[in-house]
């Protein structure tokens, strides 16, 4: 393992109901991004940090928020969960070792009934 | 407009046989970077290569390479020897240069790819 963790994996949860998800990484990575994967769509970002207490917010952040309060936690959270946010959430810090690159978690795979 | 194209859905091929994914992209930016990911059907995301937007030539990592066309803008995945473990979602992505983008990645829709015995 690459040191990025994502939990819960899998949640089943009702709509209107509030729900966070938890990525940790255990290398001090500057860089944190949450993704959703939706089929047809490839992976699209909803937020990203870079650094702690600092983040902001990419294409898909309608509906969601983060928090990262220490360097090796990143938090998102659906305030109201809808049907629409049922997805496959990814987690991923970037890295500088040498050549460039990008590590994912495995993935939260969320359900909104 | 869309800054990452794939544009086959799926793709087919025989094991032991090479394929190319198609990839082109989208950016003003001088300086960028291309990634290709494989996600097998357990979900998780594998980093397979990377291409440098100054790098001269192109990139290669074992039976992977990319063929990396800058003036086209295009950066197709080249699999040589397929193998039937190679059957996943294929997955290009692009990171545009440092100045606002704090690393951000855009990805295509993704291929998938089949390898028949």
């Known amino acids: 393992d690459a040191g990025i963790t994502q939990s819960p994996r899998h949640k089943v949860t009702e709509t209107g109901t509030p729900v966070t998800l938890r990525c940790h990484q255990t290398?001090?990575?500057?860089?944190m991004y949450w993704y959703r994967q939706d089929p047809g769509h490839g992976l699209r970002l909803i937020h990203y940090?870079?650094?702690?207490?600092?983040?902001d917010k990419g294409e898909v952040s309608d509906g969601y928020s983060v928090s990262r309060s220490k360097t090796e936690d990143f938090l998102l959270t659906l305030e109201s969960a809808t049907s629409s946010q049922t997805s496959v959430y990814f987690c991923?810090?970037?890295?500088?070792?040498?050549?460039?690159?990008?590590?994912f978690g495995s993935g939260t795979r969320l359900t909104v009934v | 407009a869309q800054k990452i194209t794939q544009t086959q859905p799926g793709m087919f091929v025989q094991e032991k046989e090479a394929v190319t994914l198609d990839c082109t992209y989208d950016?003003?930016?001088?300086?960028?970077?291309l990634f290709w990911y494989k996600q097998p059907s357990s979900g998780e995301m594998i980093f397979l290569i990377y291409?440098?937007?100054?790098?001269?030539q192109n990139a290669t990592e074992g039976r992977y390479s990319l063929n990396f066309q800058k003036a086209r803008k295009s950066a197709n995945l080249v699999i040589s020897a397929s193998q039937l473990g190679d059957s996943a979602m294929y997955f290009c992505?692009?990171?545009?240069?440092?100045?606002?983008?704090?690393?951000?990645?855009?990805f295509g829709q993704g291929t998938i790819l089949t390898v028949h015995p």
């Open positions: 992505a692009m990171r545009e240069g440092e100045g606002t983008s704090y690393g951000k990645l855009t």
């Open positions: 290398e001090n990575h500057r860089y």
């Open positions: 291409q440098g937007s100054y790098d001269q």
């Open positions: 991923a810090i970037r890295k500088f070792q040498g050549v460039e690159g990008y590590t």
């Open positions: 940090s870079y650094g702690v207490k600092d983040t």
């Open positions: 950016t003003s930016d001088p300086s960028y970077g």
